[in-house]
């Protein structure tokens, strides 16, 4: 097979991602010149688009992509394979093309935000975990946190039956682990809001929904406690910047999207990837 060593992400919208800065930073920091990232705008419909998509990696010789939102999970029909995360998750954010031309798909989502922890001292021994959400980006989450040992985790979502469903689907798999849900409410938020770690995998604090949080503003975090919020743009949501007034310790998405991509360029390019290179990268963009 013809092979190129093009990759880009596949998304919409995608102008605005950050991972072509990213991964371009990395294949000039590491040497690989020939290498290029670009962004590959795949509007939902019609369906047919994505299928297309999917298969003209293959057709056009590249390596790989990345998958993000609204894709992630209806990418998986047209591959011929996916990890064991990525089958678990139920959805792809990293696709490979092997040299047979097999596509293959990966997730390294929820591995990105537990590896942002621990490259950070966090120490997840031990943690009861909440979870704000149950979409794509809570399920790779939970599964990664449940991979690291973490026996505690209640997931809190606008629609309990989604938050149901990763508890069914997971719970089996990790039998000493407790997963508990609660519809997303002020009063859940309340029960739950002594967890050691809280992490917000909702879009509440961004886009037209930025100004706003999935907390209550009465409600207040203890020092002891971290608070990591899945989202980027803006890199201080309302949820941050209130658990920061509290001296709690605060993380952004920047982190994870920089440990997520690491691995994706290491499933393409079988080198280990520059990660400080990419943080730079990313913390430089306005
Ligand atoms: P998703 O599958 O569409 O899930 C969205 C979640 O947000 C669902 O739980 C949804 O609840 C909830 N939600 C949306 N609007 C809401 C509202 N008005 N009130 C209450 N809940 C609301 O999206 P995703 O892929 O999980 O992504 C979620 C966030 O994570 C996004 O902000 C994305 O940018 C970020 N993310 C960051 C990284 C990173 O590398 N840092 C990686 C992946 C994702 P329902 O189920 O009730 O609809």
Same mark, same amino acid.
């Given at each position: 097979?013809?092979?190129?060593?093009?990759?880009?992400?596949?998304?919409?919208?995608?102008? @605005?991602?950050?991972?072509?800065?990213?991964?371009?930073?990395?294949?000039?920091?590491?040497?690989?010149?020939?290498?290029?990232?670009?962004?590959?705008?795949?509007?939902?419909?019609?369906?047919?688009?994505?299928?297309?998509?999917?298969?003209?990696?293959?057709?056009?010789?590249? +390596?790989?992509?990345? =998958?993000?939102?609204? @894709? +992630?999970?209806?990418? =998986?029909?047209?591959?011929?394979?996916?990890?064991?995360?990525?089958?678990?998750?139920?959805?792809?954010?990293?696709?490979?093309?092997?040299?047979?031309?097999?596509?293959?798909? @990966?997730?390294?989502?929820?591995?990105?935000?537990?590896? $942002?922890?621990?490259?950070?001292? =966090? $120490?997840?021994?031990?943690?009861?975990?909440?979870?704000?959400?149950?979409?794509?980006?809570?399920?790779? =989450?939970?599964?990664?946190?449940? /991979?690291?040992?973490?026996?505690?985790?209640?997931?809190?979502?606008?629609?309990?039956?989604?938050?149901?469903?990763?508890?069914?689907?997971?719970?089996?798999?990790?039998?000493?682990?407790?997963? $508990?849900? +609660?519809?997303?409410?002020? %009063?859940?938020?309340? /029960?739950?809001?002594?967890? %050691?770690?809280?992490?917000?995998?909702?879009?509440? &604090?961004?886009?037209?929904?930025?100004?706003?949080?999935?907390? %209550? /503003?009465?409600?207040?975090?203890?020092?002891?406690?971290?608070?990591?919020?899945?989202?980027?743009?803006?890199?201080?949501?309302?949820?941050?910047? @209130?658990?920061?007034? %509290?001296?709690?310790?605060?993380?952004?998405?920047?982190?994870?999207?920089?440990?997520?991509?690491?691995?994706?360029?290491?499933?393409?390019? &079988?080198?280990?990837?520059?990660?400080?290179?990419?943080?730079?990268?990313?913390?430089?963009?306005?």
């Amino acid at each position: 097979m013809n092979i190129s060593n093009v990759v880009g992400i596949i998304g919409w919208p995608v102008a @605005h991602s950050l991972s072509p800065l990213m991964q371009n930073a990395a294949f000039l920091e590491s040497n690989l010149d020939s290498w290029a990232y670009v962004a590959m705008p795949v509007n939902k419909l019609p369906y047919i688009r994505i299928k297309e998509a999917v298969l003209g990696l293959r057709a056009l010789g590249l +390596k790989g992509a990345n =998958v993000t939102i609204p @894709h +992630k999970e209806a990418v =998986v029909p047209y591959l011929d394979r996916l990890s064991s995360e990525a089958r678990a998750i139920g959805a792809v954010n990293t696709i490979s093309i092997d040299s047979e031309g097999y596509l293959v798909g @990966h997730n390294t989502d929820g591995r990105g935000f537990v590896n $942002d922890l621990l490259d950070n001292g =966090v $120490d997840l021994t031990g943690m009861h975990v909440m979870i704000l959400g149950a979409g794509g980006s809570a399920r790779a =989450v939970v599964h990664a946190l449940l /991979e690291h040992g973490v026996k505690q985790i209640t997931i809190l979502n606008r629609t309990k039956t989604k938050a149901d469903d990763i508890a069914r689907s997971f719970g089996p798999h990790f039998p000493d682990a407790t997963l $508990d849900t +609660k519809v997303l409410s002020r %009063d859940a938020i309340r /029960e739950t809001a002594y967890a %050691d770690l809280v992490v917000n995998t909702t879009s509440i &604090g961004m886009g037209e929904n930025a100004g706003q949080m999935p907390w %209550d /503003e009465n409600l207040h975090f203890a020092k002891t406690q971290i608070v990591y919020d899945l989202i980027y743009n803006p890199k201080l949501t309302k949820l941050l910047l @209130h658990a920061q007034k %509290d001296g709690a310790r605060i993380f952004n998405g920047l982190g994870m999207l920089v440990n997520q991509g690491a691995l994706s360029f290491q499933i393409w390019t &079988g080198a280990e990837a520059p990660i400080d290179a990419m943080k730079k990268a990313v913390r430089e963009f306005k």
